[in-house]
């Protein structure tokens, strides 16, 4: 019964390092989410994918990567990563586009 | 595009009382779904009610009710009998039914909800 599994849980970057956020799904959901989550903020999305292969960006995209080269997983990437970049971070799967979001626990994430 | 405004940040209410939250969405869709989600301090969120735009009636899960006005574009929650574990920051969120945008939830910016014993 795992469901939705991110990790890490917690990771502190400095500016300009590079990292990868690895987001897990056994329900066999199509759609999956990245969403980051900011104090007076709520949520924003990130990226987000429809199925194996695909990828759109979401409302908040500048700064991060994502591939979902297999079903189950979706992979948040930064490349250069930057204060403004310090937040919680969230992924969500669902089966279809009108079924509730499964999330995971969020990856705190700390760039210095 | 969507917006979802939460406009009250917090919130706090005394065990077993009544307490409404607000939320108002703006769009140019007729068919759409509403949700309110929980999240407590482990930071989980889970899903506590949903809302069909095409369905006149209120939805209810329990002690959990919405006041869906559709004219208005808002969408409050009524939590009736508040309990402690009811404490928890509060999202509401929009999904279109069709198109692009019904790939997307669109979150409100959420209300932190403190129930006083």
């Known amino acids: 019964n795992a469901g939705v599994t991110q990790t890490p849980k917690f990771r502190v970057l400095k500016t300009g390092q590079s990292m990868t956020l690895l987001c897990a799904q056994d329900?066999?959901?199509?759609?999956m989410y990245w969403y980051r989550q900011d104090p007076g903020m709520g949520l924003r999305l990130i990226h987000y994918?429809?199925?194996?292969?695909?990828?759109a960006k979401g409302e908040v995209p500048d700064g991060y990567n994502v591939s979902r080269l297999k079903k189950q997983n979706f992979l948040l990437g930064l490349e250069s990563a930057a204060p403004s970049q310090t937040s919680v971070y969230f992924c969500?799967?669902?089966?279809?586009?009108?079924?509730?979001?499964?999330f995971g626990s969020g990856t705190q994430l700390s760039v210095l | 595009a969507q917006t979802v405004t939460q406009s009250q940040p917090e919130m706090s209410v005394q065990e077993a009382e009544t307490v409404t939250l607000s939320c108002t969405y703006d769009?140019?869709?007729?068919?759409?779904?509403l949700f309110w989600y929980k999240q407590p301090p482990s930071r989980q969120m889970i899903l506590v009610i949903r809302?069909?735009?095409?369905?006149?009636q209120n939805a209810t899960e329990n002690r959990f009710s919405v006041n869906f006005q559709k004219a208005a574009k808002s969408f409050s929650l009524k939590i009736s009998d508040s309990q402690l574990g009811d404490a928890a920051m509060y999202f509401c969120?929009?999904?279109?039914?069709?198109?692009?945008?019904?790939?997307?939830?669109?979150f409100g910016q959420g209300t932190r909800l403190t129930i006083n014993p």
């Open positions: 969500a799967s669902s089966r279809s586009y009108y079924e509730k979001l499964f």
């Open positions: 329900m066999n959901h199509e759609y």
């Open positions: 994918s429809v199925g194996e292969g695909t990828t």
């Open positions: 769009t140019s869709e007729s068919d759409y779904y």
């Open positions: 809302q069909e735009a095409y369905k006149q």
């Open positions: 969120a929009y999904r279109s039914a069709g198109g692009q945008g019904a790939q997307k939830l669109v």
